[in-house]
């Protein structure tokens, strides 16, 4: 039979941060998505006037989301983060290829604490621990049964680790750095080591059995009992150890029969040195020594322990605890080579752990070693920064546009323009509204052209260097200074959608400072209805083809060229026949940051074509449909999400492909500030607990509105008191009594649980819960804490409770 632990446990204080975060409002039974969004992405809100009861109310509730919340810092207790000063696990990296080398005393002094091993005679060797790190890999995955595990819906994308079955997890090692030397008896059993306590993953163990083997190097069998609780009893008397009440019921030189809490152990025949029961309650008397001489009068002693059981290591195979096999667990004890039959030396233990079926490990499931349980593996909340949020989506059935934050605002352009049939014809939103761009240090910015039609509306400039890049939207707005006889422009810039002059009535040979681009105005032409043009020079780390986001993304814009030319954002509309470069299909290509913010350090690209009726979309993420190779649809949304790791996951930008309606158009997400994302992964003893999150931090007041309306909110209290609810229903603030009950259907013993989307931001949920009168109030938070899985937060679900004469209450969808 095989023991059957349970290898995945769901931590209460932790939360998974990724997966239907951006664009899709979450959906499932609450806590989603106050869970998802973790606390500084939650909040819950009362009525600033509201009675005392509400706040009450809210607290409960914020208390009941912290307790679901993510872990924050390093464990309690003895514990190891997996990952350098110089080196963060990012998506992408493994376990071993971030923390290099081994694990030690060093690292967790505790645990692995090198000592002195005592022989049964009494020789001393010292000894050392170490544990070996796998290779399991930091990735976004979507997997049914890790969703069951972890109380999710299905198909909620999340990135943690996923290992199938067979994966490689850890060594530990009890490494005897002066070998352990025995003679053998004649029943081929080490004598010297039978009978001592042996140190092994964090705890004591009593040899009860060591088996010498045939090979040179491999020692048979080593049985050891669980030496949490060690006593001495003598005939005629009770001993209290560990819980337990102990005597002796029989005793002779090599035997001895104990009571244990009124049982008798063993339930049948007698136990020897070495040997042990199991008791009614599962735990293991062991015994550990019987002394009695054959001589009348002599009263018999026997020291005993008492702990969680039996441990057999075969070299090479499973262990064994309590008669049963641990799947994933094998052991290793390994002799000194030279050996005879009659005195050898223990060299190692070695403990392998391999998985034996798919397991898994998130911020809501933590990965425990079968059998021993003595560590575990934790992850902490995805660590990455408040994303910023590009988009790239048709204009019109012919013009593609993109919107992107930089520096000064929010700025959207059109990127390329196309015919009736989807092929491409120009950069812009049309003949008359054209975007200019060059790889050169120099362009031609025609107003209108020469016979004075409307031509370019915009370019960009970007000033860009190693670490460091902004970006402006601009225009020239080109007139004649009759009286100074000479040709001006004005240079304005895009700012939230406003066109700002930025500098005025510049001429010939004039320079435009805008942040660190400087633009020199090499000459000026203007012809009454003819052309309006001016020729202007980059600066130093001027470009005009590039642009950079307010968080650092690189975003290569379209240049016109050459059929052959594959550079990123090349494009020829005439004659090209590249697929991506050419008037059929164009790669928009984004280039992010490494971990240290250098920009252009990893490359990924969105493929912009038609669909079958000629409209224009985003078709493919890194040539592929449905958010690229990696791309995992959420629930049942069409909505692909995926994380770009092209050529380094350290910042790792998160793209959300949307192909349902016909035109699919993609949102690229990307951390600000530091940039890198990470995963705090610890190695720690199995009593370790992570930071517990304060829920009080949740709670706001409907007039700290501020503070709360960019996040999901669970609004408590109705609209008479809480003004929160009152927008959230579309209602008067103060709207009660009757007036609150024609709106809602709510009356008296009543309440409503309602979910609803973009109340105050677009795709975050205002869930809420509010009663007619505040015991109602009381009586549906009751309902929320307590059975949360009966309220589903999709936008729009609505429950109306009925509350009961002893304060329970019905929910019933409306």
């Known amino acids: 039979m095989k023991f059957n632990f349970k290898k995945i446990s769901a931590i209460a204080s932790s939360v998974l941060l990724t997966g239907m975060t951006m664009g899709v409002a979450a959906a499932g039974s609450f806590p989603a998505p106050f869970k998802a969004a973790g606390t500084s992405g939650t909040a819950v809100v009362y009525g600033a006037g509201a009675d005392a009861m509400d706040a009450t109310q809210a607290n409960s509730i914020a208390s009941y989301l912290a307790s679901q919340m993510p872990t924050t810092g390093a464990p309690s207790g003895d514990s190891v983060l997996l990952a350098k000063p110089s080196d963060a696990l990012n998506i992408g990296d493994t376990w071993s290829g971030t923390f290099t080398g081994t694990i ?39 997997d049914s049964d890790y969703e069951s595990a972890a109380g999710l819906n299905e198909k909620t994308p999340t990135v943690g680790f996923k290992l199938g079955s067979s994966t490689y997890v850890m060594n530990y090692t009890l490494d005897f750095t002066q070998d352990a030397e025995s003679s053998i008896d004649s029943n081929a059993r080490a004598d010297d080591i039978e009978g001592s306590d042996i140190p092994l993953m964090g705890r004591s163990y009593y040899v009860s059995e060591l088996l010498n083997g045939t090979a040179a190097t491999e020692w048979g069998k080593l049985t050891l009992l669980d030496s949490a609780a060690v006593g001495e009893v003598s005939e005629g008397e009770t001993v209290t150890v560990s819980g337990h009440q102990v005597s002796i019921s029989y005793i002779d030189a090599d035997e001895v029969v ?46 005993f322990s008492i702990g969680s059981g039996k441990l057999e290591i075969t070299h090479g195979s499973e262990i064994e605890l309590n008669d049963e096999n641990v799947g994933g667990i094998k052991g290793y004890v390994y002799k000194t080579s030279g050996g005879t039959t009659t005195a050898t030396k223990i060299n190692k233990i070695v403990l392998e752990w391999k998985t034996d079926e798919e397991i898994y490990l998130s911020p809501e499931l933590e990965m425990v070693m079968p059998g021993f349980e003595a560590v575990k593996f934790t992850m902490n909340e995805l660590e990455r920064s408040e994303e910023e949020k590009i988009i790239v989506a048709k204009d019109s059935d012919t013009s593609m546009e993109l919107t992107a934050p930089i520096k000064d605002g929010t700025v959207s352009l059109n990127l390329l323009f196309s015919n009736a049939s989807g092929e491409f014809t120009g950069l812009g939103k049309a003949v008359d509204d054209r975007l200019l761009t060059t790889s050169g240090s120099t362009l031609v910015f025609q107003e209108k052209n020469s016979t004075g039609d409307d031509y370019h509306s915009y370019f960009v400039a970007s000033y860009n260097v190693t670490a460091e890049g902004e970006s402006y939207l601009l225009r020239a707005k080109i007139s004649e200074d009759s009286t100074n006889a000479r040709n001006e422009t004005d240079i304005e810039k895009n700012v939230d959608g406003t066109w700002t002059t930025v500098c005025k009535e510049k001429i010939a ?124 649809e959420i629930d049942e949304t069409s909505t692909y999400e995926a994380y770009m ?136 938070a009751s309902r929320l804490v307590t059975m949360p899985a009966t309220v589903d937060t999709t936008a729009g679900k609505s429950y109306l409770g009925v509350v009961g004469a002893t304060g329970t209450s019905t929910l019933t969808e409306m």
């Open 258 to 303: 104990y009571m244990v809490d009124g049982e008798r152990a063993p339930a049948s025949g007698k136990l020897t040195a070495g040997s042990s029961y199991k008791l009614n309650n599962g735990d293991y008397i062991g015994v550990r020594d019987i002394s009695k001489l054959e001589v009348s009068g002599e009263t018999g002693n026997t020291a």
């Open 509 to 632: 040979a004039d320079t435009c400072d805008i942040g660190d681009v400087t633009l020199t105005i090499n000459a000026v032409n203007y012809t009454s209805g003819g052309l309006e043009s001016i020729d202007i020079a980059a600066g130093t780390n001027v470009v005009f083809n590039r642009l950079y986001t307010a968080g650092g993304m690189g975003i290569y814009l379209p240049i016109e060229g050459v059929d052959t030319a594959t550079v990123p954002g090349a494009i020829n509309v005439t004659n090209g026949t590249v697929a991506g470069y050419s008037a059929a299909s164009w790669f928009l290509s984004f280039d992010y940051e490494d971990k240290d913010d250098n920009l252009g350090k990893g490359i990924f690209n969105l493929t912009i074509d038609d669909t079958s009726t000629g409209a224009l979309q985003v078709s493919q993420v890194n040539h592929a449909g449905s958010g690229g190779g990696t791309g995992l």
């Open 104 to 142: 030690d005393e060093d690292e967790l002094s505790t645990l692995l604490a090198e000592g002195t091993y005592i022989a049964d005679d009494n020789d001393e060797f010292s000894y050392e621990q170490k544990i070996e790190l796998g290779a399991p890999t930091l990735e976004h995955f979507r």
């Open 645 to 780: 790791v092209v050529t380094q996951g350290e910042v790792a930008p998160r793209v959300l492909h949307y192909t349902n309606p016909d035109e699919d158009y993609a949102e690229v997400y990307y951390p600000t500030g530091t940039s890198e994302t990470s995963a705090k992964v610890y190695l720690t003893e199995t009593g370790s607990t992570g930071t517990a999150v304060n829920g009080g931090s949740m709670v706001f007041t409907d007039a700290e509105k501020a503070s709360w309306q960019a996040k999901n909110v669970v609004l408590v209290g109705g609209s008479c008191i809480n003004s929160a609810t009152a927008t959230a229903l579309g209602v008067t603030s103060g709207t009660c009594g009757s007036a609150f009950t024609d709106a809602t259907g709510v009356g008296a013993g009543q309440y409503l649980i309602k979910s609803v989307d973009g109340a105050f931001t677009s795709g975050k949920i205002a869930l809420v819960v509010a009663g007619y009168e505040k015991d109602d109030t009381a009586a549906a």
